[in-house]
């Protein structure tokens, strides 16, 4: 079993749609969570940290569900831009600063 | 302007060839890493370090070489032990705020064997 799992889709939704990708890991000592975003031929850039409070920026909002060991990634109000794949990584915060990273899950968003 | 350089953007080795490829960062982070990525897959930490001359191997390690002279600089050696080495090649730097160690990422290099 992976540490870090997600379905990898592809999702396709219109735009406008709501869409919610979850992320399961299995070393209940992880730390901190994040959602990361990778266009095509891209590297990845940081699209939001997923608190235990849960935390929202504008269309998208992440939580974590540490007794189930998931996070989830929601987005509202689809935009065409927002086609792309999303990475689920996992820190154990320890001296290491290892992250783990999920395969992704591709979110093409069409017209 | 502050951020992650990686070069070449794209890198061609022949067989039998070492190859290195370059990471800088002016960002002034202690940590930097390096991660392979192949088609549809995720990302697979090469080596990493968490201090000027000092680096640890990650899950992949096998055919690559680093070297931390500096804290800017994290190069990465492709030996010829690596007998598939055509991937796409991010390095990454880290910060860390209390328990938060968040990680940004240069442009990549992809690397090709002809």
């Known amino acids: 079993r992976k540490e870090v799992e997600q379905d990898p889709g592809p999702f396709n939704v219109p735009e406008g749609a709501t869409v919610a990708f979850n992320c399961t890991y299995s070393?209940?000592?992880?730390?901190?969570f994040f959602w990361y975003r990778q266009d095509c031929r891209k590297e990845p850039k940081l699209l939001m940290s997923?608190?235990?409070s849960g935390n929202e920026d504008g269309r998208f909002t992440a939580q974590l569900n540490r007794a189930s060991q998931y996070i989830s990634l929601l987005i509202r109000d689809s935009k065409l831009s927002d086609s792309a794949t999303y990475l689920c990584?996992?820190?154990?915060?320890?001296?290491?600063?290892?992250?783990?990273f999920g395969d992704g899950t591709t979110l093409t968003v069409k017209p | 302007d502050g951020g992650i350089t990686q070069s070449p953007k794209y890198l061609f080795r022949k067989e039998g060839q070492n190859v290195t490829l370059s990471c800088e960062q002016n960002?002034?982070?202690?940590?930097m890493y390096w991660y392979r990525q192949d088609p549809g897959q995720g990302l697979r930490l090469i080596y990493y370090?968490?201090?000027?001359?000092?680096?640890q191997k990650g899950d992949i390690a096998e055919g690559y070489s680093v070297s931390r002279e500096k804290k800017e600089s994290f190069p990465l050696t492709v030996t010829s032990a690596q007998k598939n080495p055509t991937a796409f090649y991010l390095c990454?730097?880290?910060?860390?705020?209390?328990?938060?160690?968040?990680?940004?990422f240069g442009p990549g290099t992809r690397l090709l064997v002809l």
């Open positions: 960002l002034n982070h202690d940590a």
């Open positions: 070393n209940s000592a992880s730390q901190s």
């Open positions: 997923v608190y235990s």
């Open positions: 370090s968490q201090i000027v001359n000092d680096f």
């Open positions: 990584v996992v820190n154990l915060n320890t001296n290491a600063g290892k992250s783990t």
């Open positions: 990454a730097s880290s910060t860390r705020q209390g328990v938060q160690e968040t990680q940004y």
